[in-house]
Nanobody, 114 residues
Framework: QVQLVESGGGLVQAGGSLRLSCAAS????????MGWYRQAPGKQRELVARITSGGSTYYADSVKGRFTISRENAKITLYLQMNSLKPEDTAVYYC????????WGQGTQVTVSS
């Protein structure tokens, strides 16, 4: 059983920054690719960024150049630094493995006002 706990969301003005954190615990190995996902109201959940255990990264075109994903393997902690936020970044953000998924955590709400 794996538990995922996301934190760090909030309300920010357009152009602002937030740093999200994800703590993973339970039956999990560090040798997996982890990702940040988001789900906006009325839309499907989408992959925002992912990172391998070796540090290779992938970003969705919509966040490339603005978001940075990182991880601490020893603590199985995942981060997402979000800069130059836009109103369209408003969503609930989740962390999980990629591909596939553990049970989803509660997510953390990010709201960007214009």
């Amino acid at each position: 059983q794996v538990q995922l706990v996301e934190s760090g969301g909030g309300l920010v003005q357009a152009g602002g920054s937030l740093r999200l954190s994800c703590a993973a615990s339970g039956s999990i190995t560090t040798i997996i690719t982890m990702g940040w996902y988001r789900q906006a109201p009325g839309k499907q959940r989408e992959l925002v960024a992912r990172i391998t255990s070796g540090g290779s990264t992938y970003y969705a075109d919509s966040v490339k150049g603005r978001f940075t994903i990182s991880r601490e393997n020893a603590k199985i902690t995942l981060y997402l630094q979000m800069n130059s936020l836009k109103p369209e970044d408003t969503a609930v953000y989740y962390c999980n493995k990629f591909p596939g998924s553990f049970n989803w955590g509660q997510g953390t709400q990010v709201t960007v006002s214009s």
